[in-house]
């Protein structure tokens, strides 16, 4: 949720100017998708979803906690891959000014609703919470620029994709 509203607030202006295309993937279904974009006001155009059982896209790019175990089980990688210190460095870093706006406080509710993605089971929903994401540059077949996110928050820098992409 932070992310889509600072690529759209942040990186966006940037790359229309220098007519560089922007896709983000999320995990879940084409529903949840509507209300995301709606909620972010974030393009429906550049947003695809991943609603495979195995979060397949996100395996193919490597993400971490998208390997699977001889039994077909996710491999979960532990509680630091879901928040570790490099969250809290992120954080700290960019500041939760972003962050605060869209959970919001008990009074002042923010944008963000709750969108578990749905698998075919409770434990392959489950799984899907688990998975974390990345940011990749690619100039046709080649990738310029490419970050996968220790946990949770853990970003790349909005700078150095815009540096990497040649929009900065």
């Given amino acids: 949720w932070e992310r889509a509203v600072q690529l759209r607030r942040d990186a966006l202006p940037a790359l229309e100017k220098?007519?560089?295309?922007?896709?983000?993937?999320?995990?879940?279904?084409?529903?949840?998708?509507e209300t995301f974009a709606s909620r972010t006001e974030?393009?429906?155009?550049?947003?695809?979803?991943?609603?495979?059982?195995e979060s397949e896209?996100?395996?193919?790019?490597?993400?971490?906690?998208?390997?699977?175990?001889?039994?077909g089980k996710?491999?979960?990688?532990?509680?630091?891959?879901?928040?570790?210190?490099?969250?809290?460095?992120?954080?700290k870093e960019r500041g939760k000014k972003d962050?605060?706006?869209?959970?919001?406080?008990?009074?002042?509710p923010g944008i963000y609703t709750p969108l578990m993605p749905k698998g075919s089971t409770m434990t392959r929903s489950m799984e899907k919470?688990?998975?974390?994401?990345?940011?990749?540059?690619?100039?046709?077949?080649?990738?310029l620029?490419?970050?996968?996110d220790e946990s949770s928050g853990a970003h790349a820098g909005i700078d150095?994709?815009?540096?990497a992409a040649g929009a900065a």
């Fill in 99 to 108: 962050l605060d706006a869209i959970t919001g406080s008990l009074f002042k």
């Fill in 57 to 71: 896209a996100y395996r193919a790019a490597g993400t971490r906690n998208t390997k699977r175990k001889p039994d």
């Fill in 42 to 53: 974030f393009p429906k155009s550049m947003l695809y979803v991943d609603d495979s059982d």
């Fill in 160 to 163: 150095d994709i815009l540096k």
């Fill in 145 to 148: 620029f490419e970050h996968y």
């Fill in 18 to 33: 220098n007519n560089i295309k922007l896709a983000v993937v999320g995990i879940g279904s084409l529903d949840s998708g």
């Fill in 74 to 91: 996710a491999d979960f990688e532990g509680i630091g891959s879901m928040w570790s210190q490099a969250t809290n460095d992120a954080l």
């Fill in 129 to 143: 919470t688990m998975v974390q994401g990345g940011s990749f540059v690619f100039e046709g077949d080649t990738v």
